[in-house]
T-cell receptor, first 110, second 112 residues
Framework: ETGVTQTPRHLVMGMTNKKSLKCEQH?????MYWYKQSAKKPLELMFV???????ENNSVPSRFSPECPNSSHLFLHLHTLQPEDSALYLC?????????FGQGTRLTVV | AQSVTQLGSHVSVSEGALVLLRCNYS??????LFWYVQYPNQGLQLLLK??????LVKGINGFEAEFKKSETSFHLTKPSAHMSDAAEYFC??????????FGKGTTLSVSS
C-alpha cells in the first residue's frame, strides 16, 4: 500500500472510445503527476499538477486530457487514442522530495 | 538541462554476489537523488533517497547508495543479492521545484 491508488488496473479500449483513468492519493501531498511507461522507452512525464493547477504539460497530444478537481484526485481522460498509446500509465504524488507511485493502469488500445 | 544516465541496461549477478547498479547525473546544483524499483506490472517503489546530509544513504531491502559530488554519481549497491531482487531499477533526479527525471532503467537478473 503506497497511499496512491489507481483505477482501473487494466483497460482495453477501441480507438473511438472515451475512457478515464483515476488516481487518488491519501498522503496529503500537494503535487500530482501522470507518467507514461512504454516498452523499451524511458518513463515520460506527461502532466504535473501543483496545488490543483497544471504547471507542466510535456507536449502531450490533446487526445489526453488531465483533470485535477482537488488535491487528492487526478484524472486522465482519454479519447480517440492510437495503438501506440498502449502503455502503463503511472500516477504519482509528492510534497517535498520523493514521489510515491500508484500501481499503474495497463492500457491497451485496439 | 538535468539528466540521469544509468550505465548498463541489464546487469546479471549470482545469488549472494555483490549488486552494483551505476547512476550518473548532470546538475548545476546539488539535486535530490532517488532510486526506485519496479516489479513486473507494478508501480515504482522508493528504495532510498538523498536530499542533504550524510552521503551514504541506506534504503529498504538491504540496498544503499552513496552520493559522490565530485563524480556526479549515485551508485546503488547491495552486498549479497537475493533472487527476490530481480526487477528493474530506476535512478532519478529532482531539480528544485520540478518533477522527477528518470534514467532509462537497469534490469537486474539474479541466478541461483
Amino acid at each position: 500500500e503506497t497511499g496512491v491508488t489507481q483505477t482501473p488496473r487494466h483497460l482495453v479500449m477501441g480507438m473511438t472510445n472515451k475512457k478515464s483513468l483515476k488516481c487518488e492519493q491519501h498522503l496529503g501531498h500537494n503535487a500530482m503527476y501522470w507518467y507514461k511507461q512504454s516498452a523499451k522507452k524511458p518513463l515520460e512525464l506527461m502532466f504535473v499538477y501543483s496545488l490543483e493547477e497544471r504547471v507542466e504539460n510535456n507536449s502531450v497530444p490533446s487526445r489526453f486530457s488531465p483533470e485535477c478537481p482537488n488535491s487528492s484526485h487526478l484524472f486522465l481522460h482519454l479519447h480517440t487514442l492510437q495503438p501506440e498509446d498502449s502503455a502503463l500509465y503511472l500516477c504519482a504524488s509528492s510534497q517535498e522530495g520523493a514521489a510515491f507511485f500508484g500501481q499503474g493502469t495497463r492500457l491497451t488500445v485496439v | 538541462a538535468q539528466s540521469v544516465t544509468q550505465l548498463g541496461s541489464h546487469v546479471s549477478v549470482s545469488e549472494g554476489a555483490l549488486v552494483l547498479l551505476r547512476c550518473n547525473y548532470s546538475s548545476s546544483v546539488p539535486p535530490y537523488l532517488f532510486w526506485y524499483v519496479q516489479y513486473p506490472n507494478q508501480g515504482l517503489q522508493l528504495l532510498l533517497k538523498y536530499t542533504t546530509g550524510a552521503t551514504l544513504v541506506k534504503g529498504i531491502n538491504g540496498f544503499e547508495a552513496e552520493f559522490k559530488k565530485s563524480e556526479t554519481s549515485f551508485h546503488l549497491t547491495k552486498p549479497s543479492a537475493h533472487m527476490s531482487d530481480a526487477a528493474e531499477y530506476f535512478c532519478a533526479v529532482r531539480p528544485a521545484g520540478t518533477a522527477l527525471i528518470f534514467g532509462k532503467g537497469t534490469t537486474l537478473s539474479v541466478s541461483s
